[in-house]
């Protein structure tokens, strides 16, 4: 199970645009930005576990209340957490609130995104959220939720297998 953070904001559009041939392509982009969502979730090969989002960055409080309130509530028994070596993710009491149900937490070395599967998956939701272009917090919040519901376990196996882990057959 992987477990990560990703900043989103209300300012997000598509990257690229089509035109006819010889026209040139528009789009809408906002001035303002507006206030950082930070979306902290966790994935594994049964699926998304959890998610949450909250306005501003990751501080060592929200990320323990998602340790507490939406990860270790998924967790089982002999659970791999891995995670990266944000300061936020070694505050005391998370090893041990993962440890107490049985779980194991391992943190991935120092600059390494391309061993963290749920990398790609803020890649395929943030691609969603472009192509809603939400411009206020409450649509934002809804196409959060309907971007993670369009992750499916075959993308989740996926990304798993292209980041080199191997994946056992059903």
């Known amino acids: 199970m992987f477990v990560d953070e990703s ?8 990257l690229y645009a089509r ?4 026209k040139r392509a528009h789009g809408d982009r906002p001035d303002k930005r507006g206030k950082n969502v930070t979306v902290i979730g966790a994935i594994s090969l049964r699926g998304i576990v959890g998610a949450m989002t909250f306005k501003g960055g990751t ?3 929200a990320f323990q209340t ?4 939406v990860l270790v509530p998924n967790l089982w028994e002999g659970a791999c957490v891995v995670m990266d070596n944000f300061s936020s993710h070694k505050v005391a009491g998370i090893q041990e609130a993962i440890e107490a149900v049985g779980a194991h937490l391992i943190y991935l070395s120092p600059y390494s995104p391309d061993f963290s599967p749920i990398e790609n998956c803020w890649s395929k939701i943030k691609e969603f959220l472009r192509s809603q272009a939400t411009r206020n917090y409450s649509d934002l919040d809804k196409a959060i939720t309907a971007a993670f519901e369009e992750v499916s376990l075959n993308d989740i196996l996926g990304w798993f297998k292209h980041c080199g882990y191997c994946i056992a057959s059903n």
């Open 7 to 14: 900043g989103v904001n209300i300012a997000m559009a598509r």
């Open 19 to 22: 035109a006819l041939k010889g």
């Open 66 to 69: 998602f340790v507490e309130q």
């Open 59 to 61: 501080d060592k409080i």
